[in-house]
């Protein structure tokens, strides 16, 4: 018996290695290749491809859709329509399955509703993207971005609130609800000590 909960509209391919305690809500369709982790949620109308390694603790809302050669990380949050690609140059009429460009979404990354994150690119730990952003390069670990193409507007803790500091320049911040201390070295945000993440 699965120790997993799919709803009955809901289409798991045989071969889908998914992890204890996840939920799969109304008219998901999870491929046989799909590898994921404990704990996940996908909410309704979401669709997850063969060559997708999901994390753990991974909440993916209403009406995304993660295709192949997507990975996402533990603690990803995937708001409600946000989009994924994997081909940078699709027409209809021209196959370009051996095209593929990977996306790699690193630990406790935030995407907003209705953002878009074009193929090929690394989202970088705990960076926060703004509902109906277009991502079209790589963003760096804790960075805020939002707009069409998205900008780098400031820096976001591991809690979800924005850190005090400039994009350039060096400084030091605390977070006053978890104990991290957040550096920034020559435009790069490192968690030089970190503290307890708050108890569910």
């Known amino acids: 018996m699965a120790d997993y909960k799919v709803h009955e509209t809901a289409i798991v391919d045989d071969g889908a290695t998914i992890g204890t305690g996840s939920r799969i809500w109304h008219w998901v369709h999870i491929c046989g290749g ?25 909440k993916v809302q209403n009406n995304v859709s993660v295709y192949d050669d997507v990975i996402l990380e533990d603690n990803v949050f995937c708001g409600p329509s946000m989009v994924f690609t994997n081909v940078y140059n699709p027409r209809s009429a021209i196959p370009r399955k051996d095209e593929y460009r990977p996306t790699h979404v690193k630990q406790g990354v935030s995407i907003g509703a209705n953002a878009t994150i074009v193929c090929g690119v690394t989202l970088g730990e705990y960076c926060f993207i703004g509902a109906g952003a277009v991502i079209t390069k790589d963003v760096k670990p804790y960075a805020l971005m939002a707009g069409v193409p998205a900008k780098h507007l400031g820096w976001m803790s591991r809690y979800g609130e924005q850190i005090p500091l400039p994009l350039n320049g060096e400084g030091e911040h605390r977070c006053l609800y978890m104990g991290d201390c957040y550096r920034l070295e020559g435009g790069e945000m490192r968690l030089v000590e970190a503290g307890s993440l708050p108890a569910k």
């Not at 704990?39 to 991974?58: D, E, K, L, M, Y």
């Open 34 to 58: 799909a590898r994921i982790g404990e704990n996940c949620s996908f909410g309704q109308n979401c669709f997850v491809g063969n060559r997708v390694v999901i994390g753990n603790n991974v």
